[in-house]
């Protein structure tokens, strides 16, 4: 059972920035690809950013894309995401979720039987 652990959500002006963190309780995230989804009130869960288990391969959602960064450290303890740029439309709770190795659709929720408990990011205007 891989337990996951985000931090690093809050309150942040439009334009401002926040880094998320993941970590993966008692484990690294060797041969884990990790993907981060978000879900707004009244809205549907989306896809945000996804990082491939080599950490040769990253994807994102076109809403993010140039102002989002998905990342991990050099030990593979814990994965990032870096958002910059940030707009009243970024706000939801935040879910950091993994599956051990190749992930064939990262856009998919499902996918990734390994979830975390969600931080909340909230962007002013």
């Known amino acids: 059972q891989v337990q996951l652990v985000e931090s690093g959500g809050g309150l942040e002006q439009a334009g401002g920035s926040l880094r998320l963190s993941c970590a993966a309780s008692?484990?690294?995230?060797?041969?884990?690809?990790v993907g981060w989804f978000r879900q707004a009130p009244g809205k549907e869960r989306e896809f945000v950013a996804a990082l491939s288990w080599s950490g040769d391969s990253t994807y994102y959602a076109d809403s993010v894309k140039g102002r989002f960064t998905i990342s991990r450290d050099h030990a593979k303890t814990t994965v990032f995401l870096q958002m910059n740029s940030l707009k009243p439309e970024d706000t939801a709770v935040y879910y950091c979720?993994?599956?051990?190795?190749?992930?064939?659709?990262?856009?998919?929720?499902?996918?990734?039987?390994?979830r975390g408990q969600g931080t909340q990011v909230t962007v002013s205007s």
């Open positions: 008692g484990r690294t995230f060797t041969y884990y690809s």
């Open positions: 979720t993994a599956q051990r190795l190749g992930v064939p659709r990262v856009t998919d929720w499902g996918q990734y039987p390994y």
